[in-house]
């Protein structure tokens, strides 16, 4: 099974890429998330990779951080999701807004991500809550907590609202909260709007 790879990055779009490791091109679908993180085509990349084997096919699906690969494993344990399914999740929530959500059983937000249902979110919440703590040790409640708090989600409400889809506005205020120290609701939703606009 491959578990990873390191090569160039050859091409990508927003759900897949190619790298080019020795001459050889893998194609890797990845979630939202690891696109953001990407380089120019062109560059050096590693992603951690989990093989999925079915009888007529072999599909690669790629994460820049161990914990994304982490949790799209436990994901795609739960009753009814997939390995597409698992990425289209991961690229609706990042990962500490996703495992707060199924650690505080907040099914309106889980059945917020595109192609989750009401029970999906149910399962996700019942099969995977008491598992993050043990799936992440090394993650405090704080982290879990960070992107989570009332001034993120009055933010991704208010861009939402303004008709960008939940999963871009999400991807779009924890960048900035991450990269910028901000902790008034109009600067942190210029600078979502200014990473949005491109």
Do not use: C, W
């Amino acid at each position: 099974m491959i578990a990873q790879l390191k090569g160039i990055l050859a091409q990508k779009t927003a759900d897949r890429v190619i790298i080019d490791v020795q001459g050889v091109g893998y194609e890797v679908l990845i979630p939202f998330s690891t696109y953001y993180e990407l380089g120019d085509t062109g560059e050096a990349i590693f992603l951690h990779i989990h093989t999925h084997v079915r009888e007529d096919t072999l599909t690669l699906y790629g994460f820049r951080s161990a914990e994304e690969k982490r949790l799209f494993m436990e994901l795609i344990q739960v009753s009814g999701i997939g390995p597409k399914l698992g990425v289209t999740i991961l690229s609706g929530l990042p990962v500490s807004d996703l495992m707060e959500a199924v650690s505080a059983s907040d099914i309106g937000r889980l059945s917020s991500i595109p192609g989750v249902g009401k029970k999906t979110a149910e399962r996700m919440a019942l099969e995977m809550k008491d598992k993050i703590p043990k799936l992440f040790p090394e993650m405090e409640t704080a982290d879990l907590m960070g992107s989570g708090g009332v001034l993120h989600k009055d933010v991704v409400s208010a861009l939402v609202n303004l008709g960008y889809p939940m999963n871009k506005a999400e991807v779009a205020v924890s960048k900035m909260t991450k990269e910028e120290d901000v902790d008034r609701f109009d600067l942190l939703l210029k600078k979502a709007l200014k990473e949005l606009s491109g």
